[in-house]
Structures are given as C-alpha cells and as structure tokens.
C-alpha cells in the first residue's frame, strides 16, 4: 500500500501539538509534513508539489515583522490555504496574519477543537 500524497505542511515546533495533529491527519488519510520554523518551508512546499494547506503557528513568527508574514503568503500562494493559529489574546499576531492575506487565523481553541472539520477542508 503507497503512503498518501503530502497535502499538508505544519509550520510548529510544540512537540505534543504537532503529534495531535499529524496524528489526526493521518486518521483521515491525509499526509502532512511538518517544518519546524518558516524558514524550512520553501524547501518542504518543493519537495510536496501537493500541498494544498499550509498551517503555521503564529507564535514563531513576530507580530511587529510584516516582511516575515507576507514571506509566508508570498512561498505559499494561493490555491494553498494559509492558516495560522494562536493564543486568542495575541491581537496583534491575528493583525499581521490577516494583513498579510491568511486564509485563516484561528485561535488554538477552534483551530483544536473542529481540527478534523479544518483539516479535511484544508487538505482533503
């Protein structure tokens, strides 16, 4: 049996978050790939020429750098979905996200809590 196409990369270092959901994504089939930082992402998006979602933890990126989250739209441009997650109190990193075109940001609570709902609308 062939491993499914990778239709998803992670953008996270948190261990434990980052085996819940690949874990969830492998349930429903789904292969994802995981970066720790945004700077491995040019390479693993050219060594996946399926991606259709990336999904980026917005705490590794600075609020205050609007380069560094327009980078990340720029390296994954539409078709790919751009979500990214974070605390619901972190105003400032949900600002940047959806200045810099982000399909999606999500606070960890919805993001965690309808994870399967988003990935298959992401990924499958």
């Avoid at 491993?3 to 292969?31: H, M, N």
């Avoid at 996946?48 to 917005?58: E, F, L, Q, Y």
């Amino acid at each position: 049996m062939s491993e499914p196409e990778v239709t998803g990369i992670l953008v996270c270092k948190d261990l434990f978050f980052t085996a819940s959901v690949t874990a969830t994504a492998r349930a429903q089939g789904l292969a994802m790939k995981v970066c720790l930082g945004p700077s491995q992402l040019p390479a693993v998006l050219a060594s996946s020429p399926g991606v259709k979602a990336v999904i980026v933890d917005m705490k590794l990126l600075d609020p205050e750098n609007a380069d560094q989250w327009t980078g990340l739209r720029d390296t994954a441009p539409r078709p790919i979905v751009l979500a990214g997650f974070g605390s619901h109190v972190d105003t400032r990193r949900f600002a940047a996200a959806q200045a810099a075109g982000f399909d999606h940001a999500l606070p960890n609570s919805s993001f965690s809590g309808r994870l399967v709902e988003w990935l298959k609308a992401w990924m499958g």
